[in-house]
């Protein structure tokens, strides 16, 4: 099943809104066998979303709108839709009931002009908003003057509402139209490893897993590995997936996840079932670092706090860094991150720590130190061991990379 | 001038890339006068491309296309206009010349599948690329078949190296035809006081700014206001805005800056200003607060360091909150809150000390104290204050708001 998206906004052509919707729904409705041949994004006025809608009904004979469902006079998409359907509006005692409460629980009355987002194409399926208050529809018919039948589905344009109404309203009914034919995509996460290292490792893998395609996506915590199969049957799709993923998590170095897994969840799940503990002592990334723990629910088990050294002298009173070692290295050096470590072990009582020092730039690279350089040292029961990393990008890059790689050197410490 | 904008990729049509491209075009097009009236999505197909780009220069003249520029046999876009326009493709050895020195100096031959990135339709000017291989193209003529002319502007989908071009090589060119009546907007940047809060303050400056609009837009730094001037006269235009901008200055509390103001830039310029120094003492926010800070470069000049007591052991070691107190308020408090920032600033050497302690959630949260309920406590020379904030949110939010918050609490009490 083919489907045509029309997205409706005249700050989105303006570029006052990024348009996230668009990925998101196409990447939903690929999985369930129904592909997106075009998007057309058009502004709030009645003839430019006519002429969209109708021209993507006549090429495809389904259309899934965003936006202009709102209760102001820039939202018209509900209007125009209907007359290309030839329906007319209904106004519906159950949505205004509906919205007067909505509004009472948080103290409010619904203005007179809300009273419009209760009308409802004569035939239409009302998908029912829990999550704002506009509802979405489902208009499917005739089509006057060209005689073929469509489908429309219209939804709110706030992303939120647009995620909850396709998840919950949209797919269940879609998916059965698939043909059972999808294009779906798994990720293999990997960190700690360069493009070109995993390309010579896993290469081979490629011809092997056809027709499934294999993508490299390199970000900041490290290299995606995304295999994608096209147009498949779906049950076909899932077992080749999942034997691709196996053959990669075998073969890949690096790998600490599938899909959306994130890699301080992954060093926190694995602390915690040690029964372990970690602190941090960061320079550079200011604070990053522990920022990035706690990010996860929940890293109050295995994560206790540290010290941001980012001046040197408190890197000398908080952590007794030597002003000898400080002098003799410069901050930036193995010698000062293994001290930041150790320092920060001890003081904070913790089984391991992460130190971390570098030159994030703009300034202060020199041409032996260069924007970019960072020391991780990690300090543990068994010891220290420390990295020199060169890393590349703006100074926010910078600390970004440096903190996924001081997780990622982490975790590769840690006993399996 | 309407012009409108082609974005080729299947890539993009199945959610694995998200189109930030439009966006940032329709606003600095809308800049220099020229309005973006639709944008088209379509897949890698000879058929989609030419009947997008058709539909296009037949409706308004003026197509933009990014994508399918580069050496794949996926990449087709100039054929495909070139086609359209009715010019074949010559092969242009100087840009080959270029192509071939731009991989010589990073030790590479161009492959064979590389000449066609010199081919360019006859007739047409070539937009330099010296950011990455793929030039761009200004193709300008008589369309065959229709006999209306019209203009094709071909950019890389590489969201860098379309950005280069559309400054350096389009806008320049389109501004002259802009017929000097433009969109553009400014905004002025709050911080610290809700959105109904400000519409009281500064709602009847509306009517005495007008034609220009005035919109609130809320984040997680406060609440931006962004005029805007619509299709106004160039000068005109900006001679509002400014006239706008230095109204909403003078009466929008909370306001810190304009446009791309950064809090924390504007904190520690203040700071500087003042030769005083910050440190940190941070609970659910894990380092998030010293991390923004240390965002902006030169932070060093000001911002000394911090601890991050996530662990209430840590609370006690690293910063001497008693126990006592610790049982007495629970670690979410105000006494603790003050506790730490007051032991922060002593025990680390600082002018000012920001000292927050939070329910982040998702768990943890009781009816007295619930996910959202942050303390943050700014201490400084003439004493310590204490805020507590009600957030909203998941755990990123409430983090994110609460460092923004806490910036903004410290900037007040800074003297002017």
Redesign the interface.
């Known amino acids: 099943m083919n489907l045509e998206l029309v997205t409706i906004g005249t700050e ?9 919707n ?7 409705l ?1 999985a369930v066998g129904v ?9 709030d006025g009645v003839d ?1 979303v006519r002429d ?1 809608v109708a021209a993507a009904l006549g090429r495809t004979g389904a259309v899934l709108t965003t936006g202009g469902l709102g209760p102001t006079r820039d939202d018209l998409t509900k209007e125009v839709v209907s007359g290309l359907f030839g329906q007319p509006l209904e106004f519906r005692e159950d949505l205004w009931e509906a919205l007067v409460e909505r509004y009472r629980r948080v103290g409010r009355v619904p203005a007179e002009n809300n009273r419009c987002q209760a009308e409802v194409p004569r035939g239409a399926t009302v998908l029912v908003n829990r999550w704002g208050s506009a509802p979405g529809l489902w208009i499917e018919g005739r089509i006057p003057g060209s005689g073929a039948s469509g489908l429309a589905i219209l939804l709110p344009g706030v992303p939120r509402e647009m995620r909850k109404l396709l998840e919950h309203e949209v797919l269940p009914r879609l998916a059965p139209r698939g043909a059972g034919r999808v ?1 779906r ?1 798994r990720t293999l996460r990997t960190t700690g490893i360069p493009e070109s290292s995993l390309a010579e490792r896993i290469g081979h893998v490629e011809p092997t897993i056809a027709p499934l395609t294999l993508a490299y996506l390199p970000g900041t915590t490290g290299v995606d590995l ?1 295999v994608t199969a096209w147009d498949l049957d779906e049950a076909e799709a899932d077992r080749r997936l999942a034997a691709a993923m196996e053959l990669l998590e075998e073969r890949a170095p690096g790998a600490f996840g599938r899909d959306d897994a994130d890699l301080a969840a992954v060093l926190l799940a694995r602390l915690r079932a040690l029964g372990q503990t970690v ?2 002592a ?1 320079s ?8 990035r ?3 996860v ?4 088990a295995a ?9 040197n ?2 890197k000398q ?2 952590l007794g860094v030597p002003v000898s070692v400080l002098e003799a290295h410069g901050a930036v050096s193995e010698a000062v991150a293994t001290a930041m470590a150790e320092a920060a072990r001890t ?3 913790a089984d391991w720590t992460i130190g971390l020092t570098g030159v ?4 202060g690279g020199t041409a032996e130190k260069p924007v970019g350089l960072v020391w991780v040292a990690i300090a543990g029961p068994d010891g220290t061991t420390a990295r020199e990393l060169r890393l590349f990008g703006d ?2 890059e910078v ?1 970004v990379r440096a903190t996924e790689a001081a997780l990622a050197l982490l975790l590769a410490r840690l006993p399996q």
Chains 1, 2 share one sequence.
Not at 13 to 19: E, M, S
Not at 297 to 300: A, D, I, L, R, Y
Not at 303 to 311: C, E, P, S, T
């Open positions: 989105l052509l303006l570029g006052f809104t990024v348009d996230s668009g990925a998101e729904l196409g990447r939903a690929a592909r997106v041949v075009r998007r057309t994004t058009v502004g430019e969209a294009v995509s995304r602190v941090t960061e550079c990334t200011g604070g990053m670092v522990g920022a723990i706690t990010s629910p929940g890293s109050s994560f206790l706090g540290g010290v941001v050294a980012y001046h002298r408190i009173s908080a003081r904070l009582g994030a730039g703009p300034d100074r926010e600390r």
